[in-house]
């Protein structure tokens, strides 16, 4: 897979990661459950930040959860093997390349995935012949070009730009949350089902200001400074500016939204 996670692999990501998915967990999750015995690939697992979440809320369903990248699947093992977790099982391998046979799952699971990839409907016909007949997939994705704050700059939002821009330069795409219904009928899925998932964020939310709006969009939004600035996307000056514009967002008069997009699809009997 030639795709790039923009975001990097280091420590400081490995935390937003989560520090996104303990602020999201009821948003996200709430509606996502597997029956017991039903097996289940996380594809693209990433440092975790889902796994445990996932295992939890369905503790008699077993999940296999892979990751492109061995560090990774170093970092999720730990944190399942901490909650104290045995329902879960990690290889590395790469969602264009994956070592099952056609129709071994129940669900699939896949977040914060498809916005990294080039292909994402070859992607998503690969895990669509995984599934077993009217098994479900379950797809989730946020979309940058949904946000809306108070106060509103233009510095902000040509921060928020220079994301967009680096990740479609890595072959990804940052916008990709309005796009899942399309995306999904086109990989094969039946019953496709879309549903938005706004944050919203004011001063009366500090939990959200501070888990959401700093530690996990703004911190984003900040890691890709120097790629930005490299980039000539983008003045110093300037980017430090809508970095402390989004942070503004968080005090007494400021409001933050953002939404995430959550798709259901199943497999068409017979195909």
């Given at each position: 897979m030639n795709e790039t996670y923009v975001h990097g692999y280091h420590p400081r990501e490995n935390e937003r990661l989560k520090d996104q998915a303990g602020t999201l967990v009821e948003l996200l999750h709430s509606d996502t459950a597997y029956p017991a015995g039903s097996m289940v690939l996380e594809a693209g697992c990433g440092v975790g930040a889902q796994t445990v979440t996932l295992a939890q809320r369905?503790?008699?369903?077993?999940?296999?959860?892979?990751?492109?990248?061995?560090?990774?699947?170093?970092?999720?093992?730990?944190?399942?093997?901490?909650?104290?977790?045995?329902?879960?099982?990690?290889?590395?391998?790469?969602?264009?390349?994956?070592?099952?046979?056609?129709?071994?799952?129940?669900?699939?699971?896949?977040?914060?995935?498809?916005?990294?990839?080039?292909?994402?409907?070859?992607?998503?016909?690969?895990?669509?012949?995984?599934?077993?007949?009217?098994?479900?997939?379950?797809?989730?994705?946020?979309?940058?070009?949904?946000?809306?704050?108070?106060?509103?700059?233009?510095?902000?939002?040509?921060?928020?730009?220079?994301?967009?821009?680096?990740?479609?330069?890595?072959?990804?795409?940052?916008?990709?949350?309005?796009?899942?219904?399309?995306?999904?009928?086109?990989?094969?899925f039946d019953a496709v089902r879309i549903s938005p998932r706004m944050v919203y964020v004011d001063s009366s939310r500090p939990d959200l200001a501070d888990g959401f709006t700093r530690k996990t969009f703004t911190a984003m939004i900040e890691g890709i400074r120097e790629s930005a600035i490299s980039a000539g996307l983008i003045a110093a000056e300037n980017f430090d500016a809508g970095v402390q514009h989004l942070h503004r967002t968080t005090e007494a008069d400021g409001v933050f939204c953002y939404t995430f997009f959550r798709g259901v699809g199943e497999k068409r009997p017979g195909a």
């Open positions: 369905s503790p008699d369903a077993r999940f296999t959860s892979i990751d492109v990248c061995a560090d990774s699947i170093v970092e999720a093992k730990r944190r399942v093997d901490g909650a104290r977790l045995a329902n879960v099982e990690f290889r590395q391998a790469d969602i264009f390349a994956l070592p099952f046979n056609a129709e071994t799952f129940d669900h699939v699971f896949v977040c914060f995935v498809l916005e990294h990839l080039s292909r994402p409907v070859e992607a998503l016909t690969i895990l669509n012949r995984l599934l077993r007949p009217g098994g479900t997939i379950t797809v989730i994705e946020g979309d940058h070009g949904s946000t809306c704050f108070h106060p509103d700059t233009s510095a902000a939002r040509a921060a928020i730009q220079c994301q967009v821009e680096l990740q479609r330069d890595a072959g990804g795409n940052a916008l990709i949350g309005r796009q899942l219904y399309p995306l999904m009928v086109e990989a094969g």
